[in-house]
């Protein structure tokens, strides 16, 4: 079946550093990929996606680029703020293979410091 | 609407009731999805209703668990028996098409908050 696994957290940073998130995913088909974000007290997001290999997604300064070959999507962003302290979500659907629903990931709560 | 509306948005009910929670989704968004986010968990997937398609309800996690959704719109999903374990914020997204194909993704509401005491 199809499954997403993403690095486990929590990740702490402080105010510009680099924020790397893996995710990796198992998929029969050919899916979508999504990045999810929640921000404390909030609903879920939509961060970023991308529909097929060597797409890129970014939005808000992140970045994922779909890696058919090594099957990850990881989030990257070159220089965090406060207020991307949130959980992230990793995601994948595979419509391709009739499966219509998201599988997430755990989540990754980061916390950025001033 | 202009969003996914959830109601209501915190539920405490006693152990054994049964509740009602209701989500509205994006007007023409065909299909329609029920997730559970328990405390520190990640989400896990319940039921996916897609036009007039039988819904998919392999995430169910057990019979005291069903949901329907009229006219293709509006869903409520019912929880019998409530037991604690039961708590945990109940989500519901919608997208255009099945598998947020199109491009469109899929849109989250707020959710409901539920706690079985």
């Known amino acids: 079946g199809n499954s997403v696994t993403q690095m486990e957290g929590p990740v702490t940073l402080s105010e510009e550093a680099f924020l790397t998130i893996n995710c990796t995913y198992t998929?029969?088909?050919?899916?979508?990929l999504f990045w999810y974000v929640q921000y404390p007290g909030e609903g879920l997001q939509l961060l970023l996606k991308?529909?097929?290999?060597?797409d890129k997604g970014s939005n808000k300064g992140f970045e994922a680029t779909y890696r058919k070959e090594t099957t990850s999507f990881h989030l990257e962003k070159g220089s965090v703020q406060v207020s991307d302290s949130a959980v992230y979500f990793c995601?994948?659907?595979?419509?391709?293979?009739?499966?219509?629903?998201?599988?997430f990931g755990a989540g990754t709560t980061v916390t950025v410091r001033a | 609407g202009a969003g996914v509306s959830q109601s209501p948005s915190n539920k405490v009910t006693e152990k054994g009731k049964d509740v009602e929670l209701r989500c509205d989704p994006i007007?023409?968004?065909?299909?329609l999805y029920w997730y559970r986010q328990s405390l520190g968990q990640g989400l896990e997937f319940l039921i996916y209703f897609q036009g007039n398609s039988a819904p998919d309800k392999s995430g169910l996690p057990s019979d005291r668990f069903s949901a329907e959704r009229t006219g293709g719109s509006v869903s409520t999903l019912t929880i019998q028996r409530t037991q604690q374990e039961d708590s945990a914020v109940y989500l519901c997204?919608?997208?255009?098409?099945?598998?947020?194909?199109?491009?469109?993704?899929?849109?989250f509401g707020s959710g409901t908050r539920l706690t079985v005491v």
């Open positions: 991308a529909t097929k290999a060597d």
């Open positions: 995601a994948l659907s595979d419509p391709s293979s009739n499966d219509y629903k998201l599988s």
């Open positions: 007007s023409g968004h065909t299909a």
């Open positions: 998929a029969t088909g050919y899916p979508s």
């Open positions: 997204a919608s997208s255009l098409k099945g598998g947020g194909t199109g491009g469109h993704g899929y849109t």
